[in-house]
């Protein structure tokens, strides 16, 4: 079984209609490079939704996507930054059909004042792998040597069979 690495990617890209399906080619290859090909349909399909809808009602088509692969799901964002387009208005139907086909999804203000609209999908049994374990991070500057444990020849030499005897006596 293959190992998965958590993976990220960010693309950011000026919305148009010709850009609409490059970008879905762009992520699709990316979910291929990352072993994740059952995934390709349901989030390129995602993103692809979210940006037709940024086209159509937003008037800044400045759009910033994210992949982040953790090993078991995969969470896909795209942050706009238009101040008056309302996920709650212009965006309904779009994230009705999201909700219907990801595992879960959200939006959240950005610190510019846009919106970042989110959603995961788990990776299914075929998909799911184990991460690759990362080595601890080293706490100190310096490392230090181990204690060297003394031979246990020099702590007891053999005694001479005579002073054995001697003592014996």
């Not at 799901?73 to 059909?97: F, K, W, Y």
């Not at 049994?125 to 080595?135: E, Q, S, T, W, Y």
């Not at 490392?143 to 702590?155: D, E, F, H, M």
């Amino acid at each position: 079984m293959k190992t998965a690495v958590p993976c990220y990617y960010h693309l950011d890209v000026e919305v148009s209609p010709e850009r609409v399906g490059r970008v879905r080619r762009i992520l699709a290859a990316h979910l291929r490079f990352w072993d994740l090909e059952d995934l390709v349909d349901a989030v390129c399909g995602g993103a692809e939704l979210l940006l037709k809808a940024i086209d159509e009602h937003a008037r800044d088509k400045h759009t910033s996507i994210e992949m982040w692969w953790t090993g078991q799901h995969l969470i896909t964002a795209v942050g706009e930054n238009n101040h008056d387009l309302r996920p709650d208005q212009d965006l309904r139907s779009c994230l009705a059909r999201i909700a219907a086909t990801s595992d879960g999804w959200g939006c959240c203000a950005s610190e510019t004042g846009g919106k970042i609209i989110w959603f995961s999908q788990r990776a299914r049994a075929g998909v799911r792998v184990p991460l690759v374990p990362k080595p601890p991070a080293p706490t100190l500057r310096e490392g230090l040597t181990p204690p060297r444990a003394p031979r246990v020849s020099a702590l007891a030499a053999p005694a001479a069979p005579d002073a054995v005897l001697e003592g014996a006596r």
